[in-house]
């Protein structure tokens, strides 16, 4: 699908390009695009990874050893300097969070019509037409929740390993306003329980919304710059725009993957800690 000139061309195109492919499961639906792009992303990171571990050798490294070195080094003292546990679970988390949204952000700089262009050549334009793709996972809300939602059954999952099954119930009571007494203990007991709420439930809301605005937002700006420069008189200027928001771009994406993974460990680690 090509973009016209007029608002309601730009519209239809923006519109079109933020319709997710979808199917029915149950009640509900699937997106079909954001999971299996996701999915075959993550497949492919652990593949990357798995082939340049297997060929490691101690001698002078390849440029691909070396690049993934440098990756795990960096995301080792990053987990190093924030968790003081057991890293043995948590440094692989952090690297595999890290990789694969830097993976899926990534999706974000390629040719916003290349998956229409494609289905163009092997189906027709009609087809095309009809045919939707969202190409950044992390654009898609769901997404982004998905993997908060999972850091957040961790975070629980942690706090209750570190402060045992009651240690944290009464946490949730007792915290952060503390009290000497019986009374004082039970007028406190649900301004704390509705703060300590708020604390947990903020994290996994905070964490998927920042990844989602910010990649929602630069998919957003490339459909806009793509639509108002697609006439032939403009596509110039409109290359050079895009190249030049692709290259702010990378910025955003790795600088988003870092910081869902950073966040994820100062969680976790932050579970591991009494009030």
Same mark, same amino acid.
Request: proline share 3%.
């Given at each position: 699908?090509? #973009?016209?000139?007029?608002?309601?061309?730009?519209?239809?195109?923006?519109?079109?390009?933020?319709? !997710?492919? $979808?199917?029915?499961?149950?009640?509900?639906?699937?997106?079909?695009?954001?999971?299996?792009?996701?999915?075959?992303?993550?497949?492919?990171?652990?593949?990357?990874?798995?082939?340049?571990?297997?060929? #490691?050798?101690?001698?002078?490294?390849?440029?691909?050893?070396?690049?993934?070195?440098?990756?795990?080094?960096?995301?080792?003292?990053?987990?190093?300097?924030? &968790?003081?546990?057991?890293?043995?679970?948590?440094?692989?988390?952090?690297?595999?969070?890290?990789?694969?949204?830097?993976?899926?952000?990534?999706?974000?700089?390629?040719?916003?019509?290349?998956?229409?262009?494609?289905?163009?050549?092997?189906?027709? !334009?009609?087809?095309?037409?009809?045919?939707?793709?969202?190409?950044?996972?992390?654009?898609?809300?769901?997404?982004?929740?998905?993997?908060?939602?999972?850091?957040?059954?961790?975070?629980?999952?942690?706090?209750?390993?570190? $402060?045992?099954?009651?240690?944290?119930? $009464?946490?949730?009571?007792?915290?952060?306003?503390?009290?000497?007494?019986?009374? #004082?203990?039970?007028?406190?007991?649900?301004?704390?329980? &509705?703060?300590?709420?708020?604390?947990?439930?903020?994290?996994?809301?905070?964490?998927?919304?920042?990844?989602?605005?910010?990649?929602?937002?630069?998919?957003?700006?490339?459909?806009?710059?793509?639509?108002?420069?697609?006439?032939?008189?403009?596509?110039?200027?409109?290359?050079?725009?895009?190249?030049?928001?692709?290259? &702010?771009?990378?910025?955003?994406?790795?600088?988003?993957? &870092?910081?869902?993974?950073?966040?994820?460990?100062?969680?976790?680690?932050?579970?591991?800690?009494? !009030?």
């Amino acid at each position: 699908m090509s #973009a016209e000139q007029s608002s309601g061309g730009l519209t239809e195109y923006i519109v079109h390009h933020l319709t !997710h492919n $979808k199917a029915a499961l149950g009640n509900g639906v699937i997106h079909l695009d954001s999971w299996v792009i996701s999915l075959v992303l993550g497949l492919l990171g652990c593949f990357l990874l798995w082939t340049q571990a297997r060929k #490691a050798t101690s001698g002078v490294p390849s440029k691909g050893q070396a690049f993934v070195e440098l990756v795990v080094e960096f995301v080792d003292n990053q987990v190093k300097d924030t &968790f003081h546990g057991d890293r043995r679970f948590i440094a692989p988390l952090a690297l595999t969070i890290f990789v694969w949204v830097a993976f899926m952000n990534t999706m974000d700089l390629l040719p916003l019509d290349l998956p229409g262009w494609l289905i163009t050549q092997v189906a027709g !334009h009609e087809v095309a037409h009809h045919t939707y793709a969202r190409m950044v996972p992390t654009a898609d809300i769901n997404t982004t929740f998905g993997m908060s939602i999972t850091v957040f059954l961790l975070i629980i999952f942690y706090s209750i390993k570190a $402060k045992g099954g009651w240690g944290f119930t $009464k946490e949730l009571f007792t915290a952060p306003f503390h009290a000497h007494g019986t009374f #004082a203990k039970i007028v406190l007991a649900l301004p704390n329980l &509705f703060l300590n709420l708020v604390e947990y439930l903020s994290k996994p809301v905070s964490l998927g919304m920042r990844l989602f605005g910010n990649m929602y937002a630069g998919e957003l700006v490339f459909m806009l710059i793509a639509g108002l420069f697609a006439s032939v008189y403009t596509f110039v200027p409109g290359v050079l725009i895009n190249a030049g928001w692709a290259i &702010f771009h990378v910025l955003i994406i790795l600088l988003q993957a &870092f910081i869902f993974m950073v966040l994820t460990v100062v969680y976790l680690a932050m579970a591991h800690e009494h !009030h």
